[in-house]
């Protein structure tokens, strides 16, 4: 099998995720990685064991002339050597999972025959999968709403986007005694992602100090690296002003590294909308406020959090929108109403997906021609 997709890790571990199933499934299974040598899979897919393999890439949407042209010879190139390691490698079946370097190494597969299974995380799909779908043996999508994006003819399956099996294995008990919780109190997290979000720390800071003046409840609160030293600041500021001690109610981290005991211990998450924390995050019937980040080239998580908004199982706030004083009243109107908190989490549990990464890895195996019974056997 090879696989191909990069950029950003939105790209990279869904891919990890279906090679370990597909590893799982078909022992023995030889697996080739193309990526660039500039993007974050240089670094993370052989840090999980695979082989690794790059080519040239780069971007072409929103650029100037110049820099398109340079995309153009890039992906000229890109398409050239992609090719000799189809060539050499000989695989049966390529997984894309999009970014920019997707387009020669799938390009180059279907110009030899080899079938193509694209996985798109995404409500609003890259430019690459979208191109390349017409190809494509399966496309799978984390929502019905994707569909309409590809073109006319292309194999859309609603799969659901993958998800690491420690995510759905990590249990409610066992999470808030690692964590030294009390069994029955709410626990909220936060988080901006692994790089932390100013606009949603200026908002959490407000929350952590309302937090602490709370007889019951405990914040957990991810600001990320480049934050902490500044949050840490300002919330021992903050609270030395309104004469709270943060006590045990509000913990501060600079990054969780056990993500999936945050989210088996809280009861309501927030933070921003990308696919694979909302895949986990449904996958646990967690209930969210959402704040798709502004930054995104084509809204994608705005898309992502209105699904979950239209479901019931989410409030979205704009990330211009937010500020303290409104997340404070969107957090404590939802924990002070236990019945709407149960509907969201119902909400979120229907879309949640815990058999997504078997569903992929079942139509690659079929593109593969390799026989297997639905969800693996």
């Not at 309501?268 to 980040?293: D, N, W």
Request: net charge positive.
């Amino acid at each position: 099998m090879l696989l191909t997709g990069g950029g950003t890790g939105g790209h990279i571990y869904p891919a990890l995720a279906i090679a370990a199933e597909l590893k799982r499934r078909v022992p023995g299974c030889e697996m080739l990685y193309v990526g660039t040598r500039e993007g974050l899979e240089s670094r993370i897919v052989p840090r999980a064991g695979l082989p690794f393999v790059t080519v040239s890439a780069r971007g072409l949407m929103r650029k100037g002339p110049r820099e398109v042209l340079a995309g153009i010879l890039s992906l000229t190139r890109g398409l050239w050597q992609a090719d000799r390691i189809v060539a050499r490698f000989r695989p049966d079946v390529l997984v894309g999972t999009g970014g920019y370097v997707a387009a020669p190494v799938a390009l180059a597969a279907v110009r030899r025959g080899v079938p193509l299974v694209i996985q798109e995380q995404n409500a609003v799909p890259g430019a690459t999968n979208r191109l390349l779908a017409r190809w494509a043996q399966a496309v799978c999508v984390p929502f019905a709403e994707a569909g309409r994006f590809f073109p006319e003819g292309a194999r859309v399956v609603v799969t659901g986007n993958p998800v690491r099996p420690e995510i759905l294995s990590a249990r409610r008990d066992e999470a808030r005694a690692r964590l030294g919780l009390d069994g029955s109190e709410p626990v909220v997290l936060v988080t901006g992602g692994s790089r932390g979000a100013e606009r949603i720390n200026a908002a959490a800071l407000e929350l952590a100090v309302a937090v602490a003046g709370w007889a019951r409840g405990v914040l957990l609160w991810a600001c990320g690296e480049r934050y902490h030293g500044e949050m840490a600041t300002g919330l021992a500021r903050r609270l030395a002003e309104a004469g709270r001690d943060p006590g045990p109610r509000v913990r501060l981290f600079p990054y969780i590294d056990d993500m999936p005991t945050a989210y088996a211990a809280a009861d309501l998450y927030i933070g921003r909308a990308g696919a694979t924390t909302l895949a986990e995050i449904t996958a646990r019937g967690l209930p969210a406020v959402l704040i798709p980040s502004p930054h995104v080239a084509h809204h994608e998580q705005d898309a992502n959090a209105r699904v979950l908004e239209q479901a019931g199982a989410a409030v979205v706030i704009a990330d211009a929108e937010l500020t303290g004083a409104r997340l404070v009243d969107v957090v404590t109107g939802l924990l002070g109403a236990p019945e709407r908190l149960a509907a969201m989490a119902r909400a979120s549990r229907q879309l949640g997906r815990p058999d997504a990464t078997a569903a992929i890895a079942d139509r690659v195996l079929a593109a593969a021609g390799v026989p297997v019974a639905a969800g693996g056997s």
